[in-house]
Nanobody, 123 residues
Framework: VQLQASGGGLVQAGDSLTLSCAASDHTVSNYAMGWFRQAPGKEREFVAAIGWGGPRTAYADSVKGRFTISRDIPKGTVYLQMNSLRPEDTAVYYC?????????????????WGQGTLVTVSS
């Protein structure tokens, strides 16, 4: 399975941006999916995750209430709607897929990774 992340860009603080993650295999609808990010000089961190077959989601405390993860199963695509962006949200954002239905927040438990898309938030 190949994952293609897109939608990154340069925005101002307070703006919104939506990231997309398209899978080469629509059977990704059977996978739990997640978004992670890595800022310069920092480790990769969990952002959001969504389970398979239901509305189960999980968010990092730093994005809760501002970011929303969703999926379009027929399209095999996962989205990350980001509102009220802050300069500290600046990072390369990666989407990831995990075989199985259950949500996970540990990057080590994900099996497939996209190439990343850069989000830069200016103050």
């Amino acid at each position: 399975v190949q994952l293609q992340a897109s939608g990154g860009g340069l925005v101002q603080a307070g703006d919104s941006l939506t990231l997309s993650c398209a899978a080469s295999d629509h059977t990704v609808s059977n996978y739990a999916m997640g978004w992670f990010r890595q800022a310069p000089g920092k480790e990769r961190e969990f952002v959001a995750a969504i389970g398979w077959g239901g509305p189960r989601t999980a968010y990092a405390d730093s994005v809760k209430g501002r970011f929303t993860i969703s999926r379009d199963i027929p399209k095999g695509t996962v989205y990350l709607q980001m509102n009220s962006l802050r300069p500290e949200d600046t990072a390369v954002y990666y989407c990831a897929g995990r075989r199985g239905a259950s949500i996970a927040t540990n990057a080590g438990t994900f099996d497939y990774w996209g190439q990343g898309t850069l989000v830069t938030v200016s103050s």
